[in-house]
C-alpha cells in the first residue's frame, strides 16, 4: 500500500472479528509506535500489550469506551520519572510522544489488515492496578486491535481548517 492509501484509509474500528493477531504483526505494529518522533529524545513511554481475553474482558468492565471484542490491547503510558528530565514541557511532551506513537502503530496495524480505536474513556486506577502498573507511570490511551468484519467509510474531511500565511486565507491553487 501506498503511503497516502494508508493514512487516508485508516478508520476507526470498534467491531472485530475472533481472530488473533500473530506474535509478528503485533512485534512490527510495536515496532512502528517505538520509531516515533520523541521530544529531547526522552522516550517517557511504556506501552503494555494485553492479548489475553479474559485480561482483556476485565478491561473493558473499566472502560465504557472500550466497544467489540479486540485481540489485542496496547495501553499507552507516561513514565513520569523520564517525563522530568524535559522540565515543564516534560508531561505535556511524553503525551504527544504516545500519540505519535500511536498514530505509527495505527497505521502499521492498517498496512497488515488490522483494525485499531483508540479509547480515552477508562479507569485508570482499576486499569493500573490490574496491569499491576507502577506509581510512576501513567496510563493515558488504550488503542484496541483487530481484523474488522468490514473498514468503516471515511467521513469528509473539512478543508477551510487550512490558511495560507494568516488566518481566514484559505489555502488554494
Given at each position: ?73 496496547v495501553i499507552g503510558c507516561i513514565n513520569k520519572e523520564r517525563a522530568k528530565r524535559g522540565g515543564k514541557i ?84
Amino acid at each position: 500500500m501506498e503511503l497516502e492509501e494508508i493514512i487516508k484509509g485508516r478508520r476507526a474500528v470498534r467491531k472485530y472479528e475472533e481472530k488473533e493477531i500473530p506474535f509478528e504483526h503485533a512485534k512490527k505494529i510495536l515496532e512502528a509506535g517505538i520509531w516515533a518522533p520523541s521530544g529531547s529524545n526522552l522516550q517517557s513511554w511504556e506501552f503494555v500489550v494485553v492479548r489475553d481475553k479474559e485480561m482483556i474482558e476485565k478491561i473493558k468492565m473499566a472502560s465504557p469506551g472500550l466497544f467489540g471484542n479486540p485481540a489485542m490491547l496496547v495501553i499507552g503510558c507516561i513514565n513520569k520519572e523520564r517525563a522530568k528530565r524535559g522540565g515543564k514541557i516534560g508531561y505535556p511532551m511524553a503525551m504527544m510522544d504516545v500519540a505519535m506513537a500511536f498514530q505509527n502503530m495505527m497505521l502499521m496495524a492498517y498496512s497488515l489488515g488490522i483494525g485499531s480505536c483508540p479509547v480515552l474513556s477508562f479507569n485508570k486506577v482499576i486499569l493500573k492496578e490490574l496491569l499491576e502498573i507502577p506509581e510512576e507511570v501513567d496510563p493515558i490511551l488504550i488503542v484496541t486491535f483487530g481484523y474488522p468484519p468490514f473498514w468503516p467509510k471515511p467521513p469528509r474531511r473539512r478543508k477551510e481548517v487550512i490558511h495560507l500565511e494568516k488566518f481566514g486565507r484559505a489555502f488554494e491553487e
